[in-house]
């Protein structure tokens, strides 16, 4: 972060698009200022294409009644002035407007290639006002304010900073909170008293979370107090709010910054208790179990630094959720988490559906992860047989090398010499899947011979014995027995239709002197 002076930051907002707009809000007689995630941005040395525009009317203008107040006004000549390919979106509920344009620039390559790229910009524009909230709603009652009320309702101090865009004082940081001293102290903190931050709009808790995760920023001491004191009030934010602040944190570069405080102020058992239920250590005989919220957390963290998916991210963050149901304690063993895969996946879809997360093939390729997630280490506990790994890749088709990348990351280990061996005997089971792959063409395998034409050539209707050839044929290539080929498999079938009694029927020759 660089803490940049009045003048810096006019030259680094000194744009066309700034300068017209700084025209355009002067020649109406308004007050016009950047907020929010954009100046935040531009501080931390961050790209940012979140520009908001808060505008301030003069007492007058606002006793004119202007439709749509000074945001709206503003928008409206700025978006005429754009000229053609610019576009106004009005949103009356909130008081707001949006323009967007696209528009072309001279960009030149490494080489010093030199052509033109299109690019699409955006604004969104809102009248300066202040806010008041009602106990059971985040929906707050708004009306006419200052540049210093519309700065109150922000919801951090890094988040409250505006720059003047009027010609006058163009480039001029408005910091009333002190947010530069946060940003470079590291810290989330509310403009003003964190209770009533967080009561009035509860979704700024996780917001408060997300923004830590994201920025790897400290929560000030007492604003964490306050997301403990309000953490019942997150009921009132609907699902789909909550998911999006979930799946921002989890595509955080380091993602467990955020699980670590939601677990610790306890907003983590209301709004995903199964992954809660995790942190517990139970200790029996001398022996105890590892804390497998740390473990998914950890596992969590060595995806993120593989992929940036974020459906990957949640099959780690969900691999283990079975283990508290699957738990038991074994004398000889000591605590077994069996089956701990399939009762996870079985939780998979209650959790997307309540958090209402797509139930669509996302929903299946998280199943599919926790499901086979122990699969290809119990292959590598024993000898990796060609079988074992024509199985797995049959099962796991195109999200093989996902699965794997999972499998790897669930190596936690502080046996530096046990996870070197569980690497290493990963390290063939990848190099197996290659060599199958090539060879037998098992991903995404469809059997040569289908139920189609075992019907024609036994002349049997559908039923049991179809279905007992064709899963019979699905084994025996699994296992290597059978090539997967279309002959070599048609001759499998009739072997084994011989042994349920069943003669291929040929089919009928037609005389040609009939013809």
Not at 71 to 79: K, Q
Not at 141 to 151: C, N, S
Not at 236 to 257: C, F, G, M, Y
Request: aromatic content about 6%.
């Amino acid at each position: 972060m660089k803490i940049l002076t009045d003048e810096e930051i006019a030259s680094r907002i000194d744009t066309p698009m700034f300068r017209l707009l700084s025209q355009t809000a002067d020649d109406m007689g308004l007050d016009a200022y950047i907020v929010g995630g954009y100046v935040r941005d531009l501080m931390l040395e961050r790209p940012s294409k979140d520009i908001d525009v808060v505008v301030v009317g003069s007492p007058e203008f606002l006793a004119e009644a202007h439709h749509g107040g000074p945001g709206i006004t503003l928008a409206r000549e700025f978006s005429t002035r754009l000229g053609r390919g610019a576009h106004l979106s009005f949103f009356e509920n909130f008081g707001t407007a949006q323009v967007k344009w696209h528009h072309s620039r001279r960009v030149v390559d490494a080489d010093g290639t030199a052509h033109r790229e299109r690019f699409e910009e955006e604004v969104e524009f809102v009248g300066a006002r202040r806010e008041s909230y009602t106990r059971n709603s985040r929906k707050p009652i708004v009306e006419d304010g200052t540049l210093h009320d519309d700065q109150m309702r922000r919801d951090f101090t890094i988040n409250a900073m505006g720059i003047c865009l009027n010609s006058a004082r163009f480039g001029e940081l408005v910091d009333p909170f002190d947010g530069i001293r946060d940003m470079e102290d590291r810290l989330i903190v509310t403009p003003l008293d964190p209770d009533v931050t967080f009561s009035d709009d509860p979704l700024r808790m996780l917001r408060c979370i997300r923004f830590a995760t994201q920025l790897n920023f400290r929560i000030e001491e007492e604003t964490f107090e306050a997301l403990t004191r309000n953490a019942e009030r997150i009921k009132i934010i609907s699902q789909e709010r909550i998911s999006t602040e979930l799946n921002k944190i989890l595509a955080a570069p380091v993602p467990s910054i955020g699980f670590v405080e939601l677990q610790r102020c306890g907003l983590l058992q209301l709004i995903l208790p199964e992954l809660a239920r995790l942190d517990v250590v139970e200790e029996r005989n001398g022996r105890k179990h590892k804390n497998n919220f740390y473990h998914t957390l950890e596992v969590l963290d060595n995806v993120a630094r593989q992929s940036d998916n974020l459906w990957l991210r949640w099959g780690a963050l969900l691999h283990d959720i079975g283990k508290p149901a699957s738990k038991r304690w074994d004398a000889v063993m000591g605590w077994t988490f069996h089956n701990h895969n399939f009762l996870g996946k079985k939780m998979i879809k209650g959790i997307f559906h309540r958090l209402k997360l797509p139930l669509d093939e996302r929903l299946h390729y998280v199943e599919k992860l926790v499901d086979l997630h122990m699969r290809p280490i119990n292959i590598a506990d024993d000898e990796v047989t060609d079988s074992a790994v024509r199985r797995l890749l049959f099962d796991a088709a195109d999200d093989i090398d996902d699965l794997m990348v999972l499998c790897e990351a669930d190596i936690t280990s502080k046996n530096a010499q046990k996870k070197k061996g569980f690497l290493e005997n990963y390290r063939l089971v990848r190099q197996k899947l290659v060599d199958l792959e090539e060879k037998d063409r098992i991903r995404n395998f469809q059997p040569p011979v289908d139920g189609s034409e075992i019907m024609q050539v036994f002349q049997i209707p559908p039923g049991p014995q179809v279905g007992t050839l064709k899963m019979a044929l699905k084994d025996a290539i699994l296992d290597g027995i059978v090539p997967n080929e279309h002959e070599a498999a048609l001759e499998f079938i009739r072997e084994k239709a011989r042994e349920l009694g069943l003669s291929p029927v040929e089919p009928v020759q037609e005389n040609p002197q009939e013809m």
